[in-house]
């Protein structure tokens, strides 16, 4: 099958020729109709996340279910009724339904996640292993996953629009409602306005907030949001984009603040432009080694809830139908999130697209 190789940190990915790893019983084989590519994925290449080339990135795809070991049957709290032929997301947070993390309800720790090797996808033409990303490797063919990250998804909308269920939709979506926790009438500010901040704008729309503030340098960015719900938008470049959060919060800050960008700098303007007893949700990543430093008072006296999320806390069992519904219903739009189409021959531009903040999500839909 053909797939892109990170084979060298920071150099353009070249499309292998790799054999692919037959399935175990408790694995799908899955071939890929769409993979976004994700700003995690830059990261990934640029040796930020801890990755061990060769390795195929792109953790979350939209696939057709090609082998699987029946349909239909329980095991833990779900249920796989899938089988050949279904249209699946392959998330790339797994629910095990086995580990302790699973057993108390968040299986976005899930053990098979963050307790386990990155799986062998393929070999290489000198017989080397490859691995999975995210235990998915999505800028491939096919995929090869635990059949707890299998999804079917019940929609006829276009397979760019549903192959974001798996990252950026389903954990915006969580940020604001399972973490945040945002309800009708509130305040909420986005740090960043990349595709987890867009989502996170759609969301607390939804929610009923009644200020939603979307803070980006980026104009295009701040635009985008303010059609999706933003009832303000925020040039951090232009004014202290905290001063800005507040007068327009009573002079208080924020009920809630998500930050969805990465530098601490974003992180530490998120806290403080949250209001006293506020709510701060971070999601944003960079180097895996990174560190951020946070003034006391604002926590300790001030009463903030420091809150983060991977995958938005999501429990896809719970949470991947509520957010289908959402997109079929128009009240998700992922149209103006879609910012390009690419083929896997064209890896690489959909890469450097991410990394120069030209794409939301640019979406490989050709691997052939
Ligand atoms: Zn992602
Ligand atoms: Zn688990």
Not at 318 to 330: F, K, N, Q, Y
Not at 336 to 360: C, I, K, M
Request: hydrophobic residues 40%; charged residues 20%; glycine residues 12%.
């Amino acid at each position: 099958m053909r797939a892109a190789v990170l084979e060298a940190f920071g150099a353009p990915m070249p499309i292998r020729e790799l054999t692919l790893r037959a399935p175990a019983a408790h694995e799908v084989l899955v071939r890929t109709v769409a993979a976004p590519f994700c700003s995690t994925d830059w990261l990934g290449w640029r040796a930020m996340r801890g990755k061990t080339p060769p390795v195929v990135l792109g953790h979350t795809a939209l696939g057709v279910v090609e082998r699987c070991d029946g349909r239909g049957y329980e095991h833990g709290a779900r249920g796989y009724d899938y089988g050949v032929g279904d249209l699946v997301v392959v998330a790339g947070t797994p629910q095990c339904d086995e580990c302790f993390y699973c057993g108390v309800g968040r299986p976005d720790q899930c053990a098979l996640l963050f307790e386990s090797p990155e799986p062998v996808l393929a070999t290489d033409h000198a017989g080397r292993p490859v691995r999975a990303a995210g235990r998915v490797g999505a800028y491939a063919e096919f995929v090869v996953a635990d059949r707890s990250q299998v999804w079917r998804v019940d929609s006829s909308l276009p397979a760019t629009q549903l192959s974001l269920l798996g990252c950026g939709i389903t954990t915006g979506h969580g940020a604001i409602v399972n973490v945040a926790e945002v309800g009708p009438g509130s305040s909420v500010a986005v740090v960043g306005l990349g595709h987890l901040g867009q989502w996170c704008v759609q969301a607390a729309r939804v929610a009923g907030a009644g200020r939603i503030i979307g803070v980006d340098p980026l104009a295009e960015r701040r635009a985008t949001a303010a059609a999706l719900g933003a009832t303000d938008v925020v040039d951090p470049t232009e004014h202290d984009p905290i001063e800005q959060v507040r007068s327009l919060t009573g002079g208080r800050g924020a009920d809630a603040v998500v930050e969805a960008a990465g530098p601490e700098q974003a992180v530490q303007q998120a806290v403080a432009m949250s209001r006293r007893a506020g709510t701060v949700v971070l999601t944003g990543v960079q180097w895996a080694q990174g560190t951020v430093s946070l003034p006391q008072n604002a926590i300790a006296i001030h009463g903030r809830r420091i809150l983060s999320c991977q995958n938005g806390q999501s429990v896809m069992s719970r949470d991947l139908a509520r957010c289908v519904a959402l997109m079929e219903s128009g009240e998700y739009d992922a149209r103006p999130v879609v910012t390009a189409e690419y083929t896997l021959d064209q890896v690489n531009e959909a890469l450097y697209a991410s990394g120069e903040f030209r794409d939301l999500s640019g979406v490989i839909t050709a691997f052939r």
